[in-house]
Structures are given as C-alpha cells and as structure tokens.
C-alpha cells in the first residue's frame, strides 16, 4: 500500500508519464500469433495471497459530505479530506444524500463519454494530459518507465461542488481541467452541462 501511495503521491506532483493509446494498441494485438506488451502483464495473485494481504483497507479514510458542505463542521472536515488526499491519495464518501444527481444527467453523461471513446485517436489527443497534470486523455500514475500499466485509456477530470471549491478545502483543491473544457468538442458540450447541473446547484 505504502509503494501505491508513495507512485501516486508522485503522479500529483509531475503528472503522468506519457503511454501508448490502449485502444491502438488492442488493434494490433489481436491476431493470434501477437504477444501482449510485457508492461501490461500482471502475474496472477493467488487466493492465499489476497487473504493474507495488507489489512490497512479497513483504515480508508472516510469522509462525511454533510460535514463538509456545513459551515459549522467544514474546517475540520476539510481538514480530515486534505489528510486523506495527502496520505491516501482517495477515500470514501458518507451522507452523500446531499447531492442527488438526476439520473437524466448521469445517463447524459454516460452517453457523452462513450461518445468521446468512440472518436478517432487524433481527436482524443486534443484532451491528452498536460505535463505537470493528471487531467485530460491518456493513463494516469504512470510514474516510472518499468511499472506494470493498466490495460485501459481514460479521460480524467476533477470537478468539485460549489460548497467545497469556496470554502476552506480550496488550498487543497484545483479547478477542474480548464483545458480539457475549453478543448471539448461540441458534441460532448452537454457534459459539461451536466457537471454544472449535477455539481453546482
């Protein structure tokens, strides 16, 4: 757990090291006789393993949402996510109930991403991350150019609700990826829209 933590703490710090498009790299993998990149490997765990594994999971950071969005408890609550970003790197949300997204814009949303994997290559370049960032297009936490990688593409994007990014978490939060917006294709504008809808009522 502690290498995990320590590859993503470095990940925040210059961002993600550039990889090959998953996606392309399915297309010319798939004749029989083609070997998977050893990179993408990952030697199977045994049961015995997983059991006797690290019992820190137990110990996840939790954070509770309704604290956070109130005035009276949001200093120490906030104090509380800014540990876990800083040592975990992710944790678990509780009384979440404060923030019902419709499932109009969860199902316009899905519908937008799948719409955003389906473009050509060139296009999804034009969201690839930036140095020094693990937002936009490509894979994120790669830190090193020996680690085993994940068999996947993703589009990452941070977006916080209006009652964190202006109270006191804001030292700890950036904005979400502004180039990734101003990049984004017309066709998927409604994303947009729905983080908007979904996040800062």
């Known amino acids: 757990m502690c290498q995990q933590v320590a590859a993503m703490e ?11 498009n998953v996606q392309a790299l399915a297309e010319t993998c798939n004749a029989a006789d083609d070997q998977v ?4 490997l990952v030697k199977e765990s045994s049961s015995e393993e997983v059991i006797s ?15 956070l969005c109130d005035p009276r408890s949001s200093p120490e609550e906030c104090a509380k996510l800014g540990s ?3 040592t975990w790197g992710f944790f678990q949300v509780r009384n979440s109930s404060t923030m019902e997204v419709p499932n109009e814009v969860t199902g316009n949303l899905t519908k937008d991403v799948a719409e955003f994997f389906k473009q050509p290559l060139e296009a999804k370049k034009a969201y690839s991350q930036l140095p020094s960032s ?8 790669v830190v090193s150019e020996d680690q085993k990688l994940e068999w996947a593409d993703m ?17 700890i939060m950036s904005p979400t990826g502004i180039h990734v917006q101003k990049a984004w294709a017309p066709s998927q ?3 947009l829209s729905c983080f908007k809808d979904s996040l800062w009522a």
């Open 155 to 171: 589009m990452y994007l941070q977006a916080f609700t209006r009652c964190v990014l202006y109270r006191d978490c804001k030292s």
């Open 134 to 141: 693990l937002e936009g297009y490509g894979q994120g936490f």
């Open 189 to 191: 504008r409604c994303y």
């Open 37 to 40: 990149p050893e990179r993408y």
């Open 84 to 86: 876990a970003c800083k």
């Open 10 to 20: 470095v990940a925040r710090a210059i961002g993600s090291l550039p990889v090959a």
């Open 53 to 67: 594994g690290d019992d820190s999971i137990s110990a996840i950071p939790s954070i509770d949402f309704g604290k």
